[in-house]
């Protein structure tokens, strides 16, 4: 079954997306953002992906293709209004202190029952101080066992004592005593995610579930993702467990002059825009164009399924949701409602293992 | 009281089985709570539908005990984060305020000012941080190798972190997003300020992405009541959050934050105290006590004195006779204040370490008052009307049963005696504390 996600963005993801006409400053309110989850809800998506501009810092203009919002705390707000569908959170490891971080995600995966995941940009100065973080984070998520929990009122015991794990890790970079203070979500702990490129594919190899392929071209990703399940396998990890997904801009028109219509207008808008922060195949046409170009990418074996990038929201959200995804239905690529209740369930993914003690 | 005299401000302390240690193990405690965000927003809804001003959330960044043994006795080991708590919060209520912990030592400004910038957008200006510095050394271990740093560096961190967090906040003007697509013009250049700040702890340059927060800015709250803290309180807070066993404590703190203010340009009305209070309500005096004397049956003393010893910052009390007197104590890197408030509630009432324990593990040093609606609004009335108070953090000693109990028979005698609000007043948390309107500083 192919996995779709969906990347939240006010105005869309093309540069100048916010120069449509009609776009206004209320596409930045809580209720237009919301109202885009639960569309992609309805859609029964594995998952809404939150971008962040800030993760590289600094800057000092306002940008128009993520939220005004800083995303870890957005996505508590979204979690608790759309209660089926996965979010994938992004958060630079340079810009929250470890302890932190592996706390508000493991709250987050609390907060929606097991559907949090977090795309690490690992922002932090060396490899090997990137490693350490995750390394520690994943630690801190396993610092309770199964069934650690056993809220005995009358012997008094919250949970055993013996199901905590303590961690007392002293790194090269970090020094975390642990454990910690949240408990363990319906899933287990969040999933983690990352961007696949060549500067990333050590550490995606290394801890990275959920590979995020950005390129613009098919092939050129295909290679990426079949060189980091070569690095993972031989490094011991399972690539059953892992799940490759490719960013798709999808331009739907009801017929494929539209569509190349509205490519064509809205580029000729961006002659001063930016054209490189979120990447991903333009595929151009109708609804059935699209269906058919998702379903040759995934049955080659590719990509395990993608990640919507709408180039106008909600407009393209809103047809990829009503007219591409029955299709895909029709072909029997895409499940018709939620069969479990955790991101981990929506990828087809076991729930997460700790390590032996 | 008149109708138009001041009302007090009323805050809900929300913990989730409960502020009394024991909470959880009672038979209507619900065990799971602290897992449950429907639980925290029921309660959140339920403080609302009373018209009480705030929600307020401590934090620890850590396990609170370090001996794993009488850890697993406390639900109070474990909580959602809060500031995540806070977001959901905030889109499933309307109009209370939102007020969550955060700490100044283990944050960075630009990434906890951004944090609460979205909480205020998503909230419509309802959010409030509470700074705290964090005196555990179980939080210190959980981030560096030194230990806890000194009290004095601490707030000297705080105080540029405060104003490095003033700055952001007010780097994007309202109306700033424009989105003029027909001239291409996104946000407009006039209304944004980055900040260029470079102090001894911080160098920040650049920009918040969110909007201008519609109270002005976030709220700001504080708890520190050591010199260092007051100092900083009355300089950058809109509330205070204080501990007081007696109306003498309350008003000579109330005094100290208050006469401060002046040196800093402010005037008293700029800030509001709200010292905590943990109500246990019955109909009757018999029914409160039995209600405190059940929940004081479920405590094991060696919980207690654990929890005693950890707002005393020592390791263990565990050398001493529980039936003798608390040792001296030196003075400790940790919570300077707390400690002597328990030091002198021990001496003042004569109680030994186990007693002291019991009676601290209801509210953690706060005020508690057994008794009828009557008598607690008696109290109530009493600290707000005699320059103790101008207005309550409210601890229930268990949820969502004490919230109900204060909610359902307390407000509505405060409301009988022309003290508590009927409506609320504004949109925002600083409107509806009365709080004027904040300019670009």
């Known amino acids: ?122 922002s932090g100065p060396t490899v090997s101080w990137n490693k350490e973080y995750v ?41 975390v005593r642990g454990p910690l203070n949240v408990n363990p979500s319906p899933q287990g ?49 399972d690539s059953s467990e892992v799940r490759s997904l490719a960013n798709v801009v999808p331009w739907i028109g009801a017929t494929r002059a539209e569509a190349r219509n509205r490519f064509d207008h809205i580029n000729g808008l961006s002659s001063q825009e930016s054209l490189k922060s979120w990447q991903g195949r333009d595929v151009i046409g109708t609804a059935t164009d699209i269906a058919d170009a998702l379903q040759e990418s995934f049955e080659r074996g590719d990509f395990d399924g993608f990640t919507i990038m709408p180039p106008i929201a909600p407009d393209d959200l809103n047809a990829f949701v009503d007219c591409v995804v029955p299709e895909l239905r029709r ?7 939620y069969e479990g209740a955790t991101l981990r369930d929506h990828l087809s993914l076991k729930p997460s293992q700790q390590p032996a003690r | 009281m008149s109708n138009d005299a001041p009302k007090m401000k009323l805050g809900a302390f929300l913990m989730a089985g409960g502020h009394h240690i024991a909470a959880w193990r009672h038979p209507k405690a619900y065990a799971r709570a602290g897992v449950d965000i429907d639980h925290f927003i029921s309660l959140t809804q339920m403080a609302e539908r009373a018209h ?17 043994r009488l850890a697993s006795q406390a ?80 707030y000297a961190r705080a105080e540029e972190f405060a104003d490095v967090a003033l700055a952001l906040w007010d780097g994007v003007d309202a109306g700033a997003h424009i989105v003029d697509g027909v001239k291409g013009v996104y946000a407009d250049p006039a209304k944004i300020h980055p900040v260029g700040h470079d102090g001894a702890h911080f160098s920040v340059h650049g920009l918040l992405d969110s909007q201008r927060s519609p109270q002005g800015r976030p709220l700001m709250v504080q708890a520190g009541a050591s010199d260092a803290g007051m100092n900083l309180a009355a300089r950058t807070a809109d509330v205070v959050f204080s501990a007081a066993q007696t109306l003498a404590e309350a008003q000579a703190f109330y005094t100290g934050i208050k006469s401060r203010l002046a040196q800093f340009g402010r005037s008293p009305d700029d800030l509001k105290i709200m010292p905590g209070l943990s109500p246990i309500v019955g109909a009757t005096v018999r029914e409160a006590r039995a209600k405190y004397d059940a929940l004081q049956a479920l405590i094991p003393d060696e919980v207690g004195v654990a929890l005693l010893a950890s707002y005393l910052s020592i390791k263990s009390l565990s050398d001493y006779p529980l039936d003798g007197p608390l040792p001296d104590m030196p003075p400790n890197a940790g919570i300077q204040s707390r400690q002597q408030l328990i030091i002198d509630l021990g001496r003042r009432e004569n109680l030994s370490i186990r007693e002291l324990a019991r009676h601290f593990a209801g509210a953690r040093g706060h005020w508690q008052v057994i008794g009828t609606p009557s ?63 904040v300019t670009r500083r």
């Open chain 1, 1 to 122: 079954m192919m996995h779709l996600g969906v990347s939240l963005s006010p105005f869309g993801h093309h540069p100048a997306a916010w120069r449509q006409p009609g776009a206004t400053p209320r596409a930045l309110d809580f209720r237009h953002l919301v109202a885009q989850v639960q569309k992609a809800e309805g859609g029964a998506l594995d998952f809404v992906l939150l971008g962040d501009a800030q993760a590289r810092r600094p800057r000092i203009d306002l940008p128009p293709q993520t939220t005004p919002f800083e995303p870890t705390t957005l996505v508590a707000a979204l979690a608790t209004r759309a209660r089926k569908i996965g979010f994938v959170v992004t958060a630079a490891s340079g810009q929250h202190e470890l302890y932190n971080l592996a706390r508000r995600f493991a709250s987050l995966d609390l907060i929606s029952q097991g559907r949090m995941g977090w795309n690490l940009v690992a």
């Open chain 1, 135 to 175: 390394a520690v984070v994943t630690a801190l998520w396993d610092s309770w066992d199964a069934n650690a929990f056993v809220y005995d009122k009358s012997a008094g015991r919250f949970f055993e004592p013996n199901k905590m794990r303590v961690l007392e890790h002293r790194g090269e970079h970090f020094t």
């Open chain 1, 189 to 237: 702990k969040p999933l983690i995610a990352q961007a696949l490129t060549a500067e990333t594919l050590a550490l995606v190899a290394h801890s990275t579930e959920l590979l995020l392929v950005a390129n613009a071209s098919q092939e050129a990703g295909r290679g990426m993702v079949i060189e980091a399940r070569q690095l993972l396998t031989g490094q011991g990890r």
């Open chain 1, 331 to 337: 072909r029997g690529l895409f499940r018709a409602h």
């Open chain 2, 52 to 68: 009480m001003d705030l929600v307020f959330f401590e934090d620890a960044a850590a396990i609170r005990e370090r001996d794993p």
């Open chain 2, 75 to 154: 639900a109070r080991s474990t909580s959602f984060e809060p500031l995540s708590l806070l977001a959901a919060l905030a889109v499933n209520t309307s109009r209370i305020g939102l007020v969550a912990t955060a700490s100044t030592t283990y944050n960075e400004p630009y990434g906890l000012a951004r944090t609460f910038a979205s909480l205020d957008q998503l909230s419509g200006g309802r959010a409030g941080w509470n700074l705290v510095t964090s005196a555990s050394e179980l939080e210190a271990e959980n981030f560096v190798s030194s230990g806890l740093r000194p009290h004095a560096q601490r």
């Open chain 2, 375 to 437: 008598q607690i609004a008696d109290e109530m009335e009493a600290r707000f009307c005699s320059g103790g108070a101008d207005g309550f953090n409210i601890m229930p000693p268990l949820f969502p049963g004490g919230l109900e109990d204060f909610v359902a028979l307390v407000i509505p005698e405060l409301r009988r005696r022309g003290l508590f609000r009927m409506n609320y007043e504004g949109a925002t948390l600083r409107e509806n504390l009365g709080l004027g309107p």
